[in-house]
C-alpha cells in the first residue's frame, strides 16, 4: 500500500501550539511535497523539496515550515502563525527528473484546532 | 502562472448513463495534465495522465489544446465510480515536477 506513511491520522492541537506531521516514504523518491486539502479548495501545495537539504515555498507557506535532512523524511511543522490550521494535510513523493511529474500520496493527517 | 479549473463541485449520474467530468487549464507552455481520483477511506491516487494516452477503468481523457481543455469521460457510469475527482497541471522550467490542482468534482453515480 504505497510506501509513504503519514503519522498521526489524528492530531488535535490547542491554539497557540506548534505540531509536527510526519511524513516518511521507502520509494526511493527524490521529490516530496506537502498539500493542504479544504473543501471545494482542490489541493494547495504547502511546501515541496526536490533534494535532501533543500525545499521551496509553494503557494500557502505562511505559519508553515518544513526539514529535508534524510531523503525518506519531510515533516511539516504547523507553527502558531498559522491562522487557520485546521484542514487535512497531505504528503507525496515523486522521481524528480524522471520525464514524468507522478506524484504518490500517502493515507493524509487530518488536524483539528481546538 | 498556471491554473486549472474544474466548474462543477457536485455531479450525480445514474448507473450505465455517459459521465463527463471537466477541466480547463491556463497555462502558456506545453502542459503535463493528470486526472486524480480519491474514493472513499482510501488515499488519492493517479486515474490517467494525457502523454499516456491510456483508458483507466473505462474512463479516457483527451488534451483540446485549443480549448485548454482536459475533461474525463466514461460511456457508462458504475456506482464504484463515485468518488472525488482532481484534475492536475505540471508545467515546466521553474514549475518541473510542482502539480497545480483543481478544485475538485464530487461524483456520485446512483444506482
Known amino acids: 500500500d504505497g510506501g509513504i506513511t503519514q503519522s498521526p491520522k489524528y492530531l488535535f492541537r490547542k491554539e497557540g501550539q506548534n505540531v509536527t506531521l510526519s511524513c516518511e516514504q521507502n520509494?526511493?523518491?527524490?521529490?516530496m511535497y506537502w498539500y493542504r486539502q479544504d473543501p471545494g479548495q482542490g489541493l494547495r501545495l504547502i511546501y515541496y523539496?526536490?533534494?535532501?537539504?533543500?525545499?521551496q515555498k509553494g503557494d500557502i507557506a505562511e505559519g508553515y515550515s518544513v526539514s529535508r535532512e534524510k531523503k525518506e523524511s519531510f515533516p511539516l511543522t504547523v507553527t502558531s502563525a498559522q491562522k487557520n490550521p485546521t484542514a487535512f494535510y497531505l504528503c507525496?513523493?515523486?522521481?524528480f527528473g524522471s520525464g514524468s511529474n507522478e506524484q504518490f500520496f500517502g493515507p493524509g493527517t487530518r488536524l483539528t484546532v481546538l | 502562472a498556471q491554473r486549472v479549473t474544474q466548474p462543477e463541485k457536485l455531479l450525480s449520474v445514474f448507473k450505465g448513463a455517459p459521465v463527463e467530468l471537466k477541466c480547463n487549464y491556463s497555462?502558456?507552455?506545453?502542459?503535463?495534465l493528470f486526472w486524480y481520483v480519491q474514493y472513499s477511506r482510501q488515499r488519492l491516487q493517479l486515474l490517467l495522465r494525457?502523454?499516456s494516452r491510456e483508458s483507466i477503468k473505462g474512463f479516457t481523457a483527451d488534451l483540446n489544446k485549443g480549448e485548454t481543455s482536459f475533461h474525463l469521460k466514461k460511456p457508462f457510469a458504475q456506482e464504484e465510480d463515485s468518488a472525488m475527482y482532481y484534475c492536475?497541471?505540471?508545467?515546466?522550467?521553474?514549475?518541473?515536477?510542482?502539480?497545480?490542482f483543481g478544485q475538485g468534482t464530487i461524483l456520485t453515480v446512483h444506482p
Open positions: 520509494l526511493n523518491h527524490d521529490a
Open positions: 523539496s526536490q533534494i535532501v537539504n533543500d525545499f
Open positions: 494525457h502523454i
Open positions: 497555462y502558456s507552455g506545453s502542459p503535463e
Open positions: 492536475a497541471l505540471s508545467g515546466g522550467g521553474t514549475s518541473y515536477g510542482k502539480l497545480t
Open positions: 507525496a513523493s515523486s522521481i
